[in-house]
């Protein structure tokens, strides 16, 4: 199992990004998908989990409204559109797999995560 976060850099607060999850080794239709973040000096936060088969998909508050998680199964590839983007969301951001449950804090599998930096 593996997963690969793409598409993190440096943007200015009120820009975009699109966040591109890659996994190889399983469906992502049998897991939930989710993307997390840590800022520095700060613990790891869930952002966005979605669940294929059942169509779920759940939002951290602090992001509702502003990021939108999506899927693309004929390419295995979970994606996070990050809008209107706000310093406070400068952090690493990770893709993550678990068999089990959505947007479980301790998923089964992680990717190496993406750098995200917004600039005031």
């Known amino acids: 199992v593996q997963l690969v976060e793409s598409g993190g850099g440096l943007v200015q607060a009120g820009g975009s990004l699109r966040l591109s999850c890659a996994t190889s080794?399983?469906?992502?239709?049998?897991?939930?998908i989710g993307w997390f973040r840590q800022a520095p000096g700060k613990e790891r936060e869930m952002v966005s989990c979605?669940?294929?088969?059942?169509?779920?998909?759940a939002y951290a508050d602090s992001v509702k409204g502003r990021f939108t998680i999506s899927n693309d199964n004929a390419k295995n590839t979970v994606y996070l559109q990050l809008n209107n983007l706000k310093p406070g969301d400068t952090a690493v951001y990770y893709c993550?797999?678990?068999?089990?449950?959505?947007?479980?804090?301790?998923?089964?599998?992680w990717g190496p995560g993406t750098q995200v930096t917004v600039s005031s």
């Open positions: 080794g399983f469906t992502i239709a049998d897991y939930n």
């Open positions: 979605i669940n294929v088969y059942e169509g779920r998909t």
């Open positions: 993550a797999a678990d068999i089990m449950t959505l947007c479980r804090r301790t998923p089964d599998y």
